[in-house]
C-alpha cells in the first residue's frame, strides 16, 4: 500500500503538536487519501482525552474495575454480573499488562470518533468531491459529541460500534463482518440490543414518510404497556436492561433548568437532521441509502418505546439516533455532493454549545487545552499513581469536589 506524503506529515505533526496536525488533516483530506488522514484524527482524539480526568461515569467505570482489580483478579471475577462485558476484560487486561487505566477511555474514545467518521465516509462513491468529502469529515469531527461519550465511554463506544456495524452490514461482500461488530457493540453496552428487533423489522417493512410519522406516535403511546410487557418476558436480560435507566422514581427525572435546556437543544439537532432527511426523500435512488435510510427511522421507531423513561428515551435519541441521521444525512450530501451553508452553521452551534460550553466542568477540570500542544512523547510520564492524584479531586458521586454540579 503506498503512504500518502499528507498522511506522514499530519502524522508526524499530530505527534508534536495535535492541534496543528489535526487542522492539516482537515485540510488535506480528500476522496483517496481519506481512511489514512482518520488515523491522524484517531491520534488527535487519543491524546486530547488521554488528559481526562476520572470525572462523572469515568470515575465510577475507574473505581469498580481498574483501581480494585490487583494480580489476582480473575477473568471471571471481572466479568461477574456483567452481561455486557467488553470493557470490563480490557480494563482486567491492561492492569495485568501494567498500561496505566486513562490510555484505556482514550483508545476507546478515539476509535469511537473513528469509526462514525468511518461511518459516515462508507457513502464515498465516484461521484463525490474532494470538497465535500472534506467538509463531511470536518462536520462528522464537529457533531460528535466527544467529551460527552468520553466520559460515558461504555455508551460511546457502543454507538460507534453499533453504527459501523450497521453501515457495514449493508456493504457488499460485508454481512459476516458487519453482523460480528454489532456483537461486540452488545457486549459493549447492552442498550445496543435495539439493534436486534430494529433489524429485523428493516428485512419486512420499509418506512415511508407518513408511517414513519404515525409510527413513532404509535410507539410512544405503547411505551407505558409494551416495553415493561417484553422487558418482564427477557426474565434476567431484561431485569439487567432495566436497572441502566433507574428506579421507578428516577425514570422521569428531568433535573435542573441547564439539563433541560440542554436536552431540549439535543432534540431541536436531532429533529433539525431529521426534517433534513425527510425534505430529501426522493432525490437519491441508492439502494444502499435507502437501506441504511430506513433502518435509522426504524431505530426512533424502537427508540419511542423508550418514551416511558425520559433517561432512556433522552439517551436513545440524542445520541443513538441523532448520530446515525447524521450519518445518513451526510451520505445523501456525498451522493449529491453538496453542503447547505445552514448545516455548517448548526454543526459549528453543536460543537461551540454542547460540545464545549456543556462540557466546560471537565475541560476545566482536566485542563483539556494541554493536549492541544503537548508532544507525544511526554505522556510516557503518565503513571497509575498520577491518574490516583486525581482523585483527590473526585467525590463519591464522581463529581468535581470545587464546583459541583446543582442537582
Known amino acids: 500500500m ?70 489476582q483478579t480473575t477473568l471471571t ?24 487505566f486513562p490510555f484505556l477511555p482514550a483508545f476507546m474514545s478515539a476509535l469511537s470518533v473513528t469509526l462514525f467518521i468511518k461511518s459516515i465516509l462508507s457513502g464515498v462513491n465516484e461521484l463525490s ?33 453499533l453504527m459501523y456495524g450497521y453501515f457495514s452490514l449493508y456493504n457488499k461482500g460485508k454481512k459476516f463482518f458487519g453482523l460480528t461488530v454489532i456483537l461486540i457493540s452488545i457486549l459493549t453496552h447492552f442498550s445496543m440490543v435495539i439493534i436486534v428487533p430494529v433489524l429485523i423489522s428493516a428485512s419486512f417493512i420499509r418506512l415511508n414518510r407518513f408511517s414513519f410519522l404515525m409510527l413513532s406516535i404509535m410507539s410512544a403511546f405503547l411505551s407505558t404497556t409494551l416495553l415493561p410487557f417484553l422487558l418482564s418476558k427477557l426474565g434476567i436480560l431484561g431485569s439487567y436492561a432495566s436497572v441502566g435507566y433507574g428506579s421507578d422514581s428516577e425514570l422521569n427525572e428531568v433535573g435542573n ?28 435512488e441508492s439502494e444502499y441509502y435507502l437501506k441504511i ?21 433522552r439517551r436513545y435519541t440524542n445520541a443513538l439516533y441523532f448520530l446515525f441521521i447524521v450519518c445518513v444525512y451526510f451520505h ?24 464545549l460550553f456543556l462540557q466546560r466542568r471537565p475541560i476545566l477540570l482536566s485542563e483539556l487545552w494541554k493536549g492541544l500542544y503537548t508532544p507525544a512523547v511526554f505522556y510516557s510520564l503518565l503513571t497509575t499513581e498520577k491518574y490516583n492524584s486525581y482523585l483527590m479531586k473526585i467525590d463519591d458521586d464522581g463529581d468535581w469536589k470545587g464546583n459541583k454540579i446543582n442537582k
Open 77 to 100: 471475577q471481572a466479568i461477574d454480573g456483567h452481561v455486557d462485558f467488553t470493557f470490563y476484560i480490557l480494563s482486567l487486561a491492561i492492569k495485568k499488562i501494567g498500561i496505566p
Open 257 to 284: 433548568l441547564n439539563s433541560i435546556i440542554a436536552t431540549g437543544i439535543g432534540f431541536v439537532y436531532t429533529a433539525y437532521f431529521t426534517f433534513l432527511v425527510m425534505i430529501k426523500w426522493k432525490l437519491v
Open 332 to 355: 445523501y450530501c456525498l451522493h449529491v455532493n453538496s453542503i447547505k451553508k445552514m448545516v455548517v452553521m448548526v454543526s459549528l452551534f453543536a460543537f461551540l454549545f454542547s460540545g
Open 293 to 313: 435510510r430506513n433502518v435509522a427511522l426504524i431505530t426512533f421507531v424502537f427508540t419511542c418505546l423508550s418514551a416511558i423513561s425520559l433517561v432512556a428515551f
Open 2 to 71: 503506498k503512504v500518502n506524503k499528507d498522511f506522514v506529515v499530519g502524522f508526524s505533526v499530530t505527534f508534536l503538536i495535535p492541534f496543528l496536525g489535526v487542522i492539516y488533516t482537515f485540510l488535506k483530506v480528500n476522496r483517496k487519501n481519506y481512511n489514512m488522514m482518520l488515523a491522524n484524527i484517531f491520534l488527535f482524539v487519543f491524546f486530547i482525552t488521554l488528559n481526562l480526568y476520572p470525572y462523572q461515569d469515568l470515575y465510577r467505570r475507574y473505581i469498580e474495575t481498574y483501581y480494585i482489580y490487583n494480580s
Open 129 to 161: 468531491t474532494d470538497r465535500v468529502v472534506k467538509w463531511v469529515v470536518i462536520l462528522g469531527f464537529l457533531l460528535f459529541p466527544t467529551i460527552q461519550l468520553a466520559l460515558g465511554v461504555r455508551w460511546g463506544m457502543g454507538i460507534s460500534l
